[in-house]
């Protein structure tokens, strides 16, 4: 039986940035310890405790605001109820200002959180870096500036810390070429194992979606994620999904599990979770969530043409690709067409039977997917 | 009935001058509709009617009214449609009424679809009975439209009836005034029967009820009548009135009345509107007057948007067809849209409630190409070709000629327009014939215009250009001489048969290129660049580009919420499934309307 990755969701933030949509609020100390508790108990209380795992992610909102004490205890929790490999990879997303020791927690220093966090067994980090210009980072809300997050990095360095990754977002409201290849080239100066480069999407209702009217062309976005993708390989980084890139043997082995189709348990509010052909999520309300109420807000057991649109998504998304062959018969035929009518265009290469999207063609994935979609039977 | 005690009339109306709204009001005023079942515009029923507030088919409707002499009168209420594209069953309606109550908007005036009808009303020699509407708007000057009414149409109008149909002021006068000026109808019950047809309409259950005015004669039930313009006979099985609600029999019909007939007709085909009903055993001498085959003026290529769906659609078009004779279709196939039908329509209007009818009724999406008119084209052997379908255009080598339908376009317009309006005329390739003061603020402008130029959206440009103050009315003339070429339109190098037309050749040049920009506006960008060009023959006279989409990613894909991301995708491929690929391209269905509308 394939080993689980356990999601673990943290719906708290200090304050949101400006282009966030996802579930997460501020919150006292108070709730926070509290949602710890519940988190605990749900997770021991998992239908699949005993069973194995060998990733682990805690994910937001913004985990570091728990705490470092409420941080170790919720993956103490993890160990307890699932078996988890003594090489498990446990990645902690972090702000790169906030690593901090709260007071109640005995001190205000960098170092001794991390510290603790490592040897608590957390071994990857991910830290939303997102851009080297303070000018861009303020635009976001962000609340560190770039010397914040160098300073992370160091520390997490002289930690132990093997396994970071940095986060990073082109697309901005008046970001040119010369910012976005600043920001690579002031990142890959940190030497991160590994890099994930989001175009910023404006999400109705966020206050970027409502404040800005200017953002880079698409054409200007294009270019910006080739740049991007061509510099990382030069450096050495293998793109191994849209939006992924790592040094050999450093892709996320959690991240991965949602491409390939692996089992994974979410748990905390908004958490998603599959096994076993079900996909299911959490309801988002932290309230009732910390009172010990766990409920669903969506279960969805996969159908085969879900299943099989799944199939073609996750496979063209990542640079396992799609061969035709693993589609029904009456699909292979029409599914190898269409992939067949962008070869031209540079955006679908071949790979023996496998076709896979090109930097390009992964750009302009959704269109190709869809279209895709459109040849299952109904 | 006596026929001194009946009265049939129609109503004539300028769109929204309150035709409906008065018809209504004499319906509750006659006791004819309870106050319960009063539909607002109950006589308009199709619901298409209702919400366009236009009447699409002739209906006819007997009331009894109590008047003021004592005496008990049936009055027969023929409605007619209110559009140029309905003009021959316009004028067959009025061929059954002996008078006409002319309503006038008070703020409004006289309009040229008004005057239009008014003078066919009186070529039919009809007693026109002058309403005028809305006085209670503050806009409303009866006087100077009294002054108007009698200025341009020549009747007295002095002491014509000031009335609000809407909010129900002085309406009584308008009964009185039908009783008082409106002569009864005429005829010998014994003579021989002829019975006019001026509306027919399909019921499942008994098959065609055909609407009648017996001039002469009386049509009992059993009778077998003949139709004389088709030669068809049938065995009466019921006769009978029109009550606002239902029908009721009765045993016989008499010359003046106007009552309905079924005698198992199984399609409309058999009751040609403006045909005479006479007896089988007994024929009148000869046919009422006025009567023609009914002629569709514009053809449009009908497709289903999902091609799966043709057989629903050929079952609407056979459903349609048993109610409404003037739509004629036959199937065709098109390389870029697959098998649809060739369609006939009487005019622009006509088409449009004919593909909204089913789309709303039969719940099919369509696709609709340009519509074209009738072209005569004389080939070099000296054949002669009607050409109804711009694929079938011949090759420009083999052309000796081509003709197009011409028509006599009248167009009424407040004097500050006639500027705008001769210079659309003229780039529409109009004929200036002559121009007529009505009074010191009005004219009334005459031209001869190619037909094809009136279709696509003439009218818009007309009321854009005159602030919505002019109208339209036009006439078929007759087919001319003229330089048409065909124009063709390729998408990725493919021509797209169904975006092809025929075109005057000096407007090819400036079509082409408004319709390049249309297509490229429409189609949205793919995946690669497409070349959108016009040609004529293989020369190629436009060219855009459609530019190649260049990003279309979600690239975060969060904690796992995989499902969210796949239905972002499943609703990008329903949105797809939306366009019709043509070769390789993908064209929304808009994209296919929007190159029919020219904005100036």
Redesign the interface.
């Known amino acids: 039986m394939s080993k689980l990755?356990i999601?673990l969701?943290t719906p708290f933030c200090v304050k949101k940035c400006a282009y966030c949509d996802?579930y997460s609020a501020p919150g006292t100390p108070e709730a926070m310890d509290a949602y710890a508790d519940a988190l605990c108990a749900h997770i021991r209380s998992s239908e699949m405790a005993g069973r194995g795992a060998d990733t682990v992610y805690f994910?937001g909102g913004t985990p570091t605001v728990l705490g470092v004490r409420n941080l170790v205890r919720i993956l103490a929790a993890v160990r307890e109820t699932f078996a988890l490999d003594p090489d498990a990879e446990i990645t902690l997303e972090a702000n790169p200002g906030d690593l901090c020791l709260r007071p109640q927690d005995g001190g205000n220093a960098f170092l001794p959180a991390l510290a603790i966090l490592y040897a608590a067994g957390f071994n990857r980090l991910s830290f939303g870096v997102q851009s080297s210009s303070d000018a861009e980072l303020a635009l976001l809300g962000r609340r560190h500036r770039f010397e914040d997050a160098r300073r992370a990095v160091l520390a997490a360095r002289c930690v132990g810390f093997e396994n970071l990754t940095l986060d990073l977002m082109y697309g901005l409201p008046g970001q040119g070429m010369d910012t976005w290849h600043k920001s690579i080239e002031d990142l890959l100066a940190l030497a991160p194992e590994h890099l994930s480069?989001?175009?910023l999407?404006l999400e109705p209702g966020t206050p970027l979606f409502v404040f800005f009217g200017e953002l880079p062309d698409?054409?200007t976005?294009?270019q910006q994620y080739l740049y991007a993708v061509d510099t990382l390989a030069a450096a050495g980084y293998r793109q191994y999904e849209?939006?992924n890139f790592a040094l050999p043997g450093r892709a996320s082995r959690h991240n991965r599990?949602?491409w390939i189709g692996a089992p994974?348990l979410?748990f905390g509010p908004?958490?998603?979770?599959?096994s076993g052909g079900v996909?299911w999520?959490w309801a988002d309300d932290t309230a009732a969530y910390t009172r010990g109420v766990y409920r669903e807000k969506?279960r969805?057991t996969l159908s085969v043409r879900?299943a099989l649109?799944?199939d073609i998504?996750?496979g063209l998304?990542t640079t396992r690709g799609l061969d035709p062959a693993v589609l029904p018969d009456g699909m292979q035929a029409d599914a190898a067409a269409i992939l067949e009518?962008?070869v031209p265009?540079g955006?679908v290469r071949r790979e023996g039977p496998r076709y896979l999207l090109t930097p390009r063609g992964?750009?302009?994935?959704?269109?190709?997917?869809?279209?895709l979609?459109?040849i299952i039977p109904d | 009935m006596d026929q001194k005690n009946i009265r049939n009339f129609s109503i004539i109306a300028h769109i929204d001058h309150g035709k409906s709204t008065l018809a209504d009001r004499l319906l509750e005023l006659t006791g004819s509709v309870e106050k319960r079942d009063m539909e607002s515009q109950l006589l308009d029923n199709m619901d298409l009617e209702r919400e366009r507030g236009i009447t699409i088919k002739a209906r006819a409707v007997r009331l009894e009214y109590k008047a003021d002499d004592g005496q008990t009168y049936h009055f027969n209420l023929i409605d007619t449609p209110g559009h140029v594209d309905f003009n021959y069953e316009v004028s067959r309606s009025l061929a059954a009424c002996e008078g006409a109550v002319l309503i006038v908007d008070a703020s409004q005036g006289v309009e040229a679809q008004t005057l239009a009808n008014t003078y066919l009303a009186i070529e039919n020699n009809l007693e026109i009975v002058p309403v005028i509407n809305k006085i209670d708007l503050p806009a409303a000057d009866p006087a100077r439209v009294k002054q108007e009414i009698e200025d341009i149409i020549g009747i007295v109008a002095e002491d014509a009836p000031e009335i609000s149909a809407k909010n129900n002021i002085n309406i009584h006068e308008v009964p009185e005034r039908i009783v008082r000026d409106i002569p009864p109808p005429g005829g010998d019950p014994s003579a021989p029967l002829q019975a006019l047809i001026f509306d027919s309409q399909y019921d499942s259950y008994r098959g065609v009820i055909v609407y009648i005015r017996v001039m002469e004669g009386t049509l009992r039930t059993g009778d077998t009548v003949l139709m004389m313009a088709t030669g068809a006979k049938f065995e009466v099985v019921e006769t009978g009135y029109m009550r606002a609600l239902s029908l009721e029999p009765a045993d016989c019909l008499t010359a003046g009345e106007v009552g309905y007939f079924t005698a198992s007709i199984k399609s409309l085909g058999d009751t040609h509107v403006g045909d005479t009903v006479t007896l089988a055993a007994r024929p009148a001498a000869e046919a009422l007057p006025g009567y023609r085959k009914v002629q569709s003026m514009v053809y449009s290529g009908v497709y289903p948007a999902d091609g799966a769906r043709y057989d629903d659609l050929h079952d609407a078009l056979d459903k349609l067809v048993l109610n409404d004779a003037s739509l004629s279709y036959e199937p065709e196939t098109s390389t870029a849209l697959g098998f649809g039908f060739r369609c006939g329509f009487l005019g622009l209007l006509h088409m449009e409630i004919i593909i909204e009818r089913i789309e709303r009724e039969f719940n099919i999406d369509l696709i609709t190409t340009a519509p074209s008119v009738v072209y005569h084209v004389h080939l070099t052997n000296g054949e002669e070709q009607v050409i109804e379908n711009p694929l079938k255009f011949p090759d420009p080598a083999l052309i000796d000629y081509a003709e197009e339908p011409f028509v006599r376009a009248n167009i009424m317009t407040p004097t500050d327009y006639v500027g705008n309006i001769m210079e659309l005329c003229q780039q529409r390739r109009g004929v200036f014939r002559d121009m007529t003061y009505l009074d010191k603020t009005r004219v009334e402008i005459h031209y001869e215009l190619p037909l094809n130029e009136i279709i696509y959206d003439f009218f818009d440009a007309l009321k854009s250009r005159t602030r919505g103050y002019a109208s339209l009315d036009y006439e078929f003339l007759g087919y001319r001489k003229s330089d048409l070429v065909k124009l063709d339109i390729m998408l990725n190098g493919e021509i797209v048969d169904a975006l092809s037309f025929i075109v005057f050749r000096e407007e090819a040049y400036p079509r082409a290129r408004r319709i390049c920009e249309k297509l490229k506006e429409n189609i949205p960008r793919?995946?690669?660049e497409i070349p959108v060009q016009a040609c004529i023959g293989g020369k190629i006279i436009a060219r855009e580009t459609v530019k190649?989409?260049?990003?279309?990613?979600?690239?975060?894909?969060?904690?796992?919420?995989?499902?969210r991301?796949?239905k972002?995708?499943?609703k990008?491929?329903e949105g797809?499934?939306k366009m019709r690929s043509l070769g390789?391209v993908d064209v929304p269905h808009e994209a296919f309307m929007a190159v029919l509308k020219f904005d100036e």
Do not use: P, W
């Open positions: 990755g999601y969701h996802f994910g480069c989001y175009a999407k698409d054409e976005c294009l849209i939006s599990k949602y994974y979410g908004s958490a998603h979770s599959f996909r999520a969506e969805l879900d649109e799944e998504m996750l998304r009518k962008y265009h955006l992964m750009f302009v994935s959704n269109a190709i997917i869809s279209e979609f459109g | 793919q995946l690669f190649a989409l260049r990003k279309d990613v979600l690239a975060k894909c969060y904690g796992g919420d995989i499902t991301k796949k972002l995708l499943e990008q491929k797809k499934k390789s």
